[in-house]
């Protein structure tokens, strides 16, 4: 759990995040993903798979 | 100084009701609260769908994120962090003027107009009569209350439901909320399996609510159905959610009532032909003495017992306390995964779930709320997950149409753990401290529940994601603070008429005098019960 927490992106970031969410010209970044099942289903396992390959990097940048 | 034949204090959902039955009962009424509002957001969320708004309006940022500190906003873990910009309000002067101790509770308290109904989720579930029994209340003295308050404020629902007789047990309701297309989409999947459903003990129906389906006349305005427009969190367009400021709007026109505002309630002192409370002025900081014939402490458990500890009991008098264990079981719908979903939504609980306890009490039922996951933001989603927030955007993105969150309610009992007291803190300051800790068997029932909540949503076809569990106090249920006791010799304790023990002219109108705390949300029984007491205020009063 220790590590999946040190995983969450931070603060700054999670703002930064919301910050983009509630621009309207970028609306369409934010949308959901709704062309079907196999589809997401793509899309959640490139993320699993991509997450996976950065955690690595991802753990060793300097936070909190 | 004026004399009200009743002071009441608070206003929020219990105070409300007590002070509109009072003034239909002919008593006059001064109302003492400290009543902040929403000064800065109620003109500025413009009456828009939310996918419009997020689509085409450049302002968005100011009441979908605030204008606080970040890390104050979206960093904390205190209760209440998940209250919207707009509903920040509800927390204001609390821990300047409410302090609380506690390492093991952590309860929202409030100052604001309207009480904790000013953010209230609006469900209205009716207790069964072996609910009110135990709690300490008759189902036979409650049930015209129950039907008042609906007239009143308005109660939307499926009487024909499977979960109607255990949630929603009086008649003549407004026609169900629409729900969205993935409340529909788990509603089918258990009508396929219904009977399945019934032999695990787990049903499922619309959400009883206090939104309106139809309009609604309340005092001289017209309350308007719901807009599905999907910014319940965010404003009260339309009024089509009860706010309890809408009782009190109405009834600051009628000659009975006074409202005073900016009014903190410390103490009340008896004396022969009434009651004098005893108050700050929190702009001031000046003393302030209110009179009248009776009190009713509508402040909420946890402050009724605050004013009532400070009133009768020395420094360190120790209270129960009842506050239901919460979960939320995060969930993706594998039927909508992927699927558009309609637009047109209301915010609120789509569906209210029931799981029945084989061999446990028949009041030990564990209640679920199913709310779908869109005008809260994706960012708030992406910061749950362990992966860079470019991918965990993503992520939401894909998941965001079939995202459920269930709201799990546990049953509440008292136990040797679980009180407050009045005590000095370090610097000297008068604080309320709390603990709430579950017994071992009260641990082990909760997740024994939790595990058949969680087999009960897989067959669904909702996937648990992960099952969280706020610091306690966070369901924002209280009650059990001042129990009803039939000796009225005990102190602090209260006759079923609602009067506190020792006490003359003080009447308790919310959750304090309870002894269950049955795990269906409070407020719709809290209003009738108010009612119930304050019919008995005027009764005693004419003589």
Redesign the interface.
Known sequence: MG???????T?????????L????RL?A?????????????L??T??AV??VI?APF?ALRARR | MSSADLIIVGSGPSSAQAAKAAVGHGLSVTMVDVGHEDTEFARSVPDRPFDELRRTDPDQRRYFLGDSDPEEQHGSKKVGSQLTPPRQFIKRGVDQHLPFESSTFFPLQTLALGGLGAGWGAGTLTFESFELKEAGLSSEELEPYYREVAEDIGISGSTDADTAPMVLTIPNVQAPLENDSNARSILESYQRGKARFHRKGFYLGPSPSAILSEPLRQGSSVRLPNSYHDMDFYSDHQRSVYRPRFTIEELVGHSAFTYRRGLLALSFEERADGVRLLCEDVATKARVAVEGRALALGAGAINSARIALRSLAPMGTKVPLLCNPYNYVACVNLRMLGRPAADRRHSMSQLTGVVTTPGGGEADRTILSFYSYRSLLLFRLAREMPVPPFLGLQLARALQTSFTIVGTHHVDRHGPDKWLRLQKNNEGREVLAGSYRLSRTEGMERRRNLRRVLRCLLALGCWPLSVLAPAPGSSIHYAGTLPVDDDPRVPLRCARSGRLNGTKHVYLVDSAPWTLLPAKGPTFTQMANARRVVAGVARALRG
């Open positions: 590590l999946l927490t040190r995983l969450r992106p603060e700054r970031e999670v703002h930064a995040l919301a910050s969410e509630t621009d309207p609306y970044r934010f949308a959901p993903i709704t062309r079907g099942f196999l589809f997401a289903i899309v959640i490139t993320v991509l997450a950065c991802w």
